[in-house]
């Protein structure tokens, strides 16, 4: 399973970019990056843009799959992750000292016949059936200590599925990997 190889300094430079576009936003200032900072962040990947606030979830948005250059779609997912995540208002000026923002850049998805091939804390999940599709991160089966089953339950009602659907042979279940990192290390 393909990863990307993000360097340190790619890190900073994506976590400082994610933090600049959001500032700019609410400070109602044009924005706009047009040389990339390294060719690897030219590449197309899929990414995941997470708002915490003092530890809670407070956004979170991302690409699946890569369809446009890494810098560019982390630039797209913070501001999503922070204007336009239904499930929260959009991020207030008062709140960014107290914002946390972490980016997960995804391998690509990968088909598994058998949910051995699972790795808890290591893979996310991606649960298809029909129109019905879920995704949840690595992080997220570690953050609440879920074993592999759970963590296909949940991915499951994530996708707005019973939470057995991953038993039914007409459901897909796919794996990638995440190079996951974030302001406070």
Known sequence: M???QITSEEKKFLLTLARKVITTKIEGINFSENKFFSDTLKESSGVFVTLHKTG?????IGYVEGIKPLQDAVIEMSLSAAFEDPRFAPVEKD???NIEIEISVLSPLKAISSIDSIQVGKHGLV???GFYRGLLLPQVAVEY???REEFLEHTCQK???SKNSWKDPLTKIQIFSAEIFSETG
């Open 127 to 129: 649960i298809e059936k």
């Open 95 to 97: 709140e960014l000292k």
């Open 2 to 4: 393909k990863t990307f």
């Open 56 to 60: 809670q979830l407070r956004g979170c």
């Open 145 to 147: 200590n879920w074993n």
């Open 159 to 161: 996708a707005g599925l």
